[in-house]
């Protein structure tokens, strides 16, 4: 008999698991148990050759699907119902390129943020580092930092037996969050706070007339405050002065998100880019996801009905040897931050990813990295006479 899969708590979501399975991976979950099929040992031949012959398969299929978007899907863009103000396909001239290497770029014009987090997560205290560079190309316009420290809430027991079972008890939960979890807030605000820093930097730090960034403008964990008042009343009021003062933004994305818009960006060739859609519709779709309050909803609704239309999603390719990108920008701008994108990306063309963007996370990596930041947290709890007992050496394989 078939097993059934449900998404989390949606009781409309029910779906066939065995047969999903066969869809994506075009062979039944039984025949993938069987240790008959296995190969024994490790035979270099047998598994290069199916490498080649599954890789050819998709890269012959994406072929076919490039030209029919390309015929037949991206002249249309321009037409199709709820299109934004200016959407379509459009090609950066070399003329443009030039003009934007030497009057922006290279001029000092454009200025970037990116940042990095890392955590060191023990028994009694989870550490937080997150480090963000601002970076131009006339230098370093500076590195911030911020630091969290992750305990339990202390226990209040005059008993300490039940002072230990309530110790106990916190931290098992906690590896067992759920989805709405104290710990999973935690992790979101941890995301929310590195996202929140990152663009408050952009609006309050830099001094370029063109600011770039890396994600979504509007991400999901500010819009909603990640579960926190705080973070939602400074995030919507960053955003607005975003909006308003500073709406000469870029933000590309570096996830494999939107693979649906990911494979209509195979289909450009390099320097070309379009304006797909508004937030308009992500925005509402963060409201009706989240569970605010009265008041958070109002504020939230406010802001996504004020500003979301105003940003537009869109899709560039560099280098025809590079993916396309996700990008974000004001709708009043989008074609030239689609053209500063582009021309930063080309830089770098086997990437075809804006090279500030890279320039700022590896300044990052280099003042607040992994070697350094865990040096400091082993040489803390030396000091502290915990010599190892707190630290696990080992990372589980995925």
């Given at each position: 008999m078939a097993g059934r899969g449900r998404w989390d708590d949606d009781d409309d979501e029910d779906l066939n698991g065995d047969e999903d399975f066969r869809g994506s991976f075009r062979e039944g979950l039984e025949r993938t148990l069987d240790l008959k099929t296995?190969?024994?040992?490790?035979?270099?031949?047998?598994i290069m050759q199916r490498y080649?012959?599954?890789?050819g398969g998709a890269m012959l299929k994406e072929d076919k699907l490039r030209t029919i978007i390309r015929q037949e899907l991206l002249p249309r863009l321009q037409t199709r119902p709820n299109a934004p103000e200016g959407a379509g396909l459009y090609r950066m001239s070399p003329e443009q390129l030039a003009d934007i290497h030497s009057g922006l770029l290279f001029a000092g014009q454009v200025e970037a943020v990116n940042g990095i987090s890392m955590t060191h997560e023990t028994l009694p205290l989870d550490i937080t580092q997150l480090g963000i560079a601002a970076i131009g190309y006339g230098g370093t316009a500076g590195t911030f930092s911020q630091r969290l420290f992750r305990r339990e809430v202390t226990v209040d027991a005059p008993d300490p037996y039940k002072e230990a079972l309530a110790y106990i008890e916190q931290r098992q939960n906690r590896s067992h969050p759920g989805q709405r979890g104290p710990d999973s807030l935690s992790r979101l605000a941890r995301r929310g706070i590195r996202a929140y820093a990152e663009r408050a930097i952009l609006v309050e730090k830099l001094k370029a007339p063109w600011r770039m960034g890396q994600g979504n403008p509007?991400?999901?964990?500010?819009?909603?405050?990640?579960g926190y008042t705080g973070l939602l009343d400074a995030s919507l009021g960053m955003l607005k002065r975003l909006m308003n003062d500073h709406p000469r933004f870029i933000f590309v994305s570096a996830k494999m998100e939107d693979r649906g818009f990911l494979t209509m960006g195979h289909a450009l060739e390099a320097g070309e880019f379009v304006i797909l859609e508004s937030m308009k519709q992500a925005g509402?779709?963060?409201?009706?996801?989240?569970?605010?309050?009265?008041?958070?909803?109002?504020?939230?609704?406010?802001?996504?009905?004020?500003?979301?239309?105003?940003?537009?999603?869109?899709?560039?390719r560099a280098s025809n040897n590079a993916p396309p990108q996700v990008f974000y920008a004001h709708i009043d701008h989008a074609h030239m931050a689609a053209c500063v994108a582009i021309a930063d990306s080309v830089l770098r063309p086997e990437r075809g990813f804006p090279m500030l963007l890279d320039v700022a996370e590896a300044t990052c990596r280099s003042a607040f990295g992994e070697d350094g930041f865990k040096g400091l947290v082993q040489d803390a709890y030396a000091q502290a006479d915990a010599r190892l007992q707190y630290f696990n050496g080992r990372k589980p394989s995925r």
């Open positions: 296995w190969s024994e040992g490790l035979d270099l031949q047998a080649r012959d599954e890789i509007l991400a999901h964990e500010l819009v909603t405050g990640s509402k779709l963060i409201l009706d996801g989240w569970q605010y309050d009265v008041e958070e909803l109002k504020k939230a609704r406010a802001f996504v009905d004020m500003y979301s239309h105003k940003v537009v999603k869109g899709l560039f």
